[in-house]
């Protein structure tokens, strides 16, 4: 069954189960001693979510972003994204997590040493959501043990990794290579160096290790390659006009010889859809009368997807599928779900249609590329600069059973005629490479490309 676009496109929101809620924060309840023994000082990891909708349930495990959380005994709890305080009803049938002035209740349907099942409202996903979700304890006969932790992690990444078919990596000889170097005198910081070998040879930069000893994640994506961005204090000097930033400082704006609008979206797709909405529409208004604009994305990390949607948005005329998801959903490492399409459409209450630039380079990663790939299929936009990292993973992030994490890439994406660019990367319509003289000099060769394209129009 195919999934419908809020699903695939909240995995942020859906993650929420723990983290994020509509409802303010109520006032403390002192924990009873029943149930609570059951729950603390254990992680729990999701084995199943079910999203309960018109009809019959949906089996949503692979897309959703729960991985696990733990909940200790001080009332605190940590998990897959972030870490807060979480309270018992005085009934011990509800959970309250809470994140800062935020809280979401999960009912407790079931509940023993070996299994906890919760059902949770989220009335502000897109279309609202509940979901019933099915964890389990992650155990293992000694969860300090070297041999047990390396185990888990070539298991898990075994079950779960998406791209193993794609980079021709045969995996059960990647263990033969690396099991043998763990023992029980194996010491902690060791293992993290054996660990952090094995998952080198996935060269993912959506696959991390962090642990006490340090933390493993792969940069050749974009190391190896020239930056082709010389900063945004030398395309200040480009502006005749700066407006500043908005949206909590990930959306820069202004105007270049007064005539082509400029708009600079990173390091990162952060903050919240409000302010972003907000912003977009505001900077759209501002500059309509421009001959063009020129969107910059170069530099930036990722984050959330929807919010490069946001942006999109505001440059599409009507419904277009920008690209192609398979979720590894097996046992196999060629099991995956079928492709499911995914969509822009135009946004707010205007929408500029003009001729549009928009920059990247190497260091363009993650929702970053899901954003580039949303404007590659709008009529009106010139691709300009370098080809971008070669991303695109939607990671869940786990525990080790000695409380070490991971993230493991868990989906294909591919572009809108269904190509994989991962580990290639997504290549520009015009291809321009700044030099390092040029950069040295404060010169922006893409920027200046992309304004000599739009007064061309």
């Not at 990390?301 to 946001?310: A, R, S, V």
Request: aromatic share 12%; glycine share 8%.
């Amino acid at each position: 069954m195919k999934l419908r676009n809020a699903v695939l496109f909240s995995t942020l929101v859906i993650v929420s189960i723990v983290f994020l809620s509509t409802c303010k924060d109520s006032s403390p309840v002192e924990f009873n001693s029943g149930k609570k023994s059951l729950l603390v000082d254990k992680t729990w990891q999701s084995q199943k979510v079910y999203e309960l909708i018109t009809g019959s349930p949906v089996d949503i495990t692979n897309q959703s972003g729960i991985g696990y959380f733990r909940l200790s005994s001080d009332g605190t709890f940590t998990s897959s994204m972030l870490n807060g305080t979480w309270e018992l009803s005085a009934d011990e049938t509800k959970i309250a997590f809470k994140n800062g002035s935020y809280v979401i209740i999960a009912e407790i349907l079931e509940l023993s040493d070996k299994t906890l099942r919760l059902i949770i409202n989220l009335p502000n996903n897109i279309p609202p959501s509940i979901l019933d979700v099915a964890l389990v304890p992650n155990v293992t006969p000694n969860t300090l043990a070297p041999e047990a932790n390396f185990e888990d992690l070539w298991k898990q990444f075994d079950l779960r990794y998406s791209f193993f078919e794609i980079k021709r990596i045969d995996w059960d000889s990647v263990y033969s290579v690396y099991r043998p170097r763990v023992t029980s005198a194996t010491t902690y910081p060791e293992l993290f160096k054996i660990m952090s070998d094995m998952l080198a040879t996935l060269k993912d930069g959506h696959v991390n290790l962090t642990t006490p000893y340090g933390a493993y994640g792969y940069t050749g994506w974009n190391d190896k390659y020239p930056v082709n961005f010389p900063g945004t204090s030398v395309i200040t000097q480009y502006l005749s006009k700066d407006y500043g930033t908005t949206a909590g400082g990930y959306l820069r704006y202004g105007k270049i010889q007064n005539e082509i609008g400029y708009i600079y979206m990173g390091p990162y797709l952060n903050g919240d859809s409000y302010s972003w909405t907000n912003a977009i529409d505001m900077i759209i208004d501002t500059l309509k009368n421009m001959r063009g604009i020129i969107v910059d994305i170069r530099n930036n990390g990722g984050g959330n997807d929807g919010l490069g949607n946001i942006v999109a948005g505001r440059f599409d005329d009507r419904q277009r599928v920008y690209s192609y998801i398979r979720w590894r959903n097996g046992p196999k490492h060629s099991d995956f779900t079928d492709y499911s399409p995914v969509t822009i459409s135009p946004q707010g209450s205007r929408q500029f249609l003009k001729p549009v630039a928009f920059l990247t380079n190497r260091r363009c990663f993650s929702s970053a590329e899901g954003t580039t790939l949303m404007f590659r299929v709008l009529p009106n936009v010139t691709i300009i600069g370098d080809t971008t990292g070669g991303g695109s993973a939607n990671p869940l992030t786990l525990p080790l059973p000695n409380g070490w994490t991971y993230r493991v890439s868990r989906w294909i994406q591919y572009t809108a005629d269904k190509t994989i660019f991962e580990g290639k990367g997504l290549p520009p319509d015009m291809p321009v490479q700044i030099s390092a003289a040029d950069a040295a000099a404060g010169k922006d060769l893409i920027l200046e490309r992309a304004v000599q394209l739009l007064k061309s129009k």
